[in-house]
């Protein structure tokens, strides 16, 4: 991976794609990075070592600290100092509300469910799939699980989809003429247990163990694209694995013909 740093700024080899800037305080040596939108994703400053007094060379020592994100920049953290974050997404992309920044985007495969999740310029963020369970053989049901994982192949989070009730085949046999119908999946995030909630096809809701709502993804209706409302620190490529395993629960619903 090769970038370039011009005016202040974070820009893809071929400069195509700005990722990020710096922006600086005229009266202290404090810089802030950022989206071009203003988002914040780190801040730096210089600090003074307390304690110590005896010594008046060691006193004067500097420590030059990093402050850093929740995770590094290039993974595409997104949110602002209040921890509130409003995004959109339109035609699988993750844009800011005002829809001036896009932050990464959904590449599909066309003979699979595969999804990754690219940077504008191609630089891959993570990738999801489908998987079915292997074992417990006397169930009629395929259990499957969904995976998000990085570009390097390590596991971000995963979840198991599960039918609402009433639904579950093993417990009430097959309903004629349809899928027997999934409505959420047990989701797992950075050790955090969580349930991925379709109140509707156009309705999605992370939930906390505590059942309060993380966040909201809502189809904005005629205007297309889709609402994505949250108020916990979510990189991109999470808030986009989340909207894709939203599909892969719609997905659970279809009727396969063969």
Wanted: net charge neutral.
């Amino acid at each position: 991976m090769n970038r370039k740093i011009m005016g202040g700024a974070l820009y893809s080899a071929d400069e195509k794609t700005k990722y990020a800037m710096i922006r600086s305080d005229l009266f202290s040596q404090a810089r802030k990075i950022c989206f071009e939108d203003g988002t914040v994703l780190a801040s730096a400053d210089v600090f003074v070592e307390k304690g110590n007094t005896a010594s008046k060379s060691e006193s004067r020592i500097r420590s030059r600290s990093w402050l850093p994100p929740a995770r590094q920049a290039s993974s595409c953290s997104v949110f602002s100092e209040d921890n509130s974050m409003n995004r959109k997404i339109m035609g699988g992309a993750l844009y800011s509300a005002d829809e001036k920044t896009k932050y990464a985007m959904i590449r599909s495969d066309l003979f699979s469910q595969a999804r990754k999740i690219c940077f504008e310029d191609g630089t891959v963020l993570a990738s999801a799939d489908v998987f079915v369970e292997k074992g417990n053989t006397a169930s009629s049901v395929k259990r499957k699980q969904y995976v998000l994982k990085d570009a390097e192949g390590k596991e971000i989070m995963k979840a198991q989809p599960g039918y609402a009730e009433g639904e579950d085949p093993d417990v009430n046999g097959w309903p004629a003429a349809r899928m027997p119908r999934a409505d959420h999946a047990e989701m797992k995030y950075d050790g955090v247990k969580y349930t991925l909630l379709m109140r509707n096809t156009q309705n999605y809701a992370l939930l906390s163990e505590n059942n309060e709502t993380v966040a909201q993804i809502i189809h904005r209706g005629i205007m297309g694209g889709w609402d994505v409302i949250t108020e916990k620190n979510f990189p991109s490529e999470v808030l986009l694995g989340i909207f894709i395993f939203c599909r892969y629960i719609e997905s659970e619903n279809e009727l396969t013909i063969v």
